[in-house]
């Protein structure tokens, strides 16, 4: 998969080289996996800004279902929107059906022909996109991939991430 490790921008170019050399099934469920890491580590982001402890939050947003993370936006969003109001309901209902699709597709129970998986990334990438630029501009600069920071606006480091300077950019203010 994809570290986040990686700035977004090798982050994207890889998806965009396997997109191009891999079949378009797995170009998908790389997609949609890239999307919803930012969308789980931006509510992740939220849920840290309304003051819980950064394990807290992930405890939290992890065990949500995709689809949950809709509403359950409204708690940590500042002005309570939900997350398609957040993204618009276009973007919602790209992303919506992508993983419906790729829940099918990593659980066996629906594989379609590659050219399905193809005309469903020429749809999800622009939204994937999208939401990406929506969250920097919503969220201070912030749109899930690198640089959380804790309710008082510092840098978080996790375990995992020991040395601040690997880690990410902080948060603008």
Partial sequence: M???KLPYSRARARLDHVRKWANHAEAFLLS???TEKIIRRTLVQLVIWKGSTPVDAFKTVKKLQFWQLKEEWKKYD???RSLNEVIEDDNWNVIDAASKKRNDLVHGSGHEAQNVYRKQLEKLLPAHDEIKRKFAAKYSGFYGWRGMTDAAG???VSLTHSDPSTFGEARVA
């Fill in 32 to 34: 949609m996996f890239l």
């Fill in 2 to 4: 994809t570290s986040i």
């Fill in 78 to 80: 500042e002005e309570s």
């Fill in 154 to 156: 510092n840098l978080y």
